[in-house]
């Protein structure tokens, strides 16, 4: 049992560069969510999903994509990469919305 | 609406003295309250979680947190720190309904003095 793994680690754009941040979970979970984390910030809903196939819009999804072919994966599209999106982002995942969320260990980006 | 608020960025405690991180949330409703640790270059993981059953929860690492539904709180502590307890800890809630996602709060980092 994995839990929640994000791929890549850490990775370096250039202004203007997409990417897809991958995140996958084995719990079989129903919701999965994107975060990002700047310092003193805490943390920033990007986009949620509530099942395969269904995604909205969290606090601050400009910029960003997302789709949920699957109950496991769920990435997340940089298209067009701007300096403000050097962040670390997190992906996480819970069975329902009051319950736990299992977190993976986050990619660290820096768009230059 | 629901909302955390988590008083002071940091909180700096000498080794075997108290810890207590403080948290103050606003929900409609019944709320579910949890405390996340953050590790250095690390995920979130739960700490421990209020459901509505009893008002004093005990999570792991010898933390523990009390549900005071007259003052809004749900205050993190430890009688006695340990250096492997400097992180980050983060508070959230959701409103008891189920329809709402969880709410961070902005995060405390705990500093740990030999």
């Known amino acids: 049992n994995a839990g929640v793994t994000q791929t890549p680690k850490f990775r370096i754009l250039k202004i203007g560069q997409s990417m897809t941040l991958q995140c996958a979970q084995d719990m079989n979970h129903n919701y999965m969510y994107w975060y990002r984390q700047d310092p003193g910030m805490g943390l920033k809903l990007i986009y949620y999903s509530v099942g395969a196939g269904i995604t909205d819009k969290g606090e601050v999804p400009n910029g960003y994509n997302v789709s949920r072919s699957t109950t496991e994966d769920f990435p997340l599209r940089l298209e067009l990469a701007a300096p403000s999106q050097t962040s670390v982002y997190f992906c996480a995942s819970s069975y329902i919305l009051t319950d736990t969320q299992y977190f993976g260990p986050g990619t660290r980006l820096t768009v230059l | 609406a629901q909302s955390v608020t988590q008083l002071g960025s940091h909180v700096s405690v000498s080794e075997g003295a108290l810890v207590l991180l403080r948290c103050n949330y606003s929900?409609?409703?019944?709320?579910?309250l949890f405390w996340y640790v953050q590790y250095p270059n690390q995920g979130l993981q739960l700490l421990l979680k209020y459901t509505s059953a009893a008002t004093l929860v005990k999570g792991i690492n010898g933390f523990e947190a009390e549900f005071k539904k007259s003052e809004t709180s749900f205050h993190l502590t430890k009688p006695s720190a340990h250096m492997s307890d400097a992180a980050e800890y983060f508070c959230?809630?959701?409103?008891?309904?189920?329809?709402?996602?969880?709410?961070f709060g902005r995060g405390t980092s705990l500093i740990v003095h030999p």
């Open positions: 959230a809630v959701t409103e008891g309904g189920g329809s709402y996602i969880p709410t």
């Open positions: 929900s409609s409703v019944p709320p579910y």
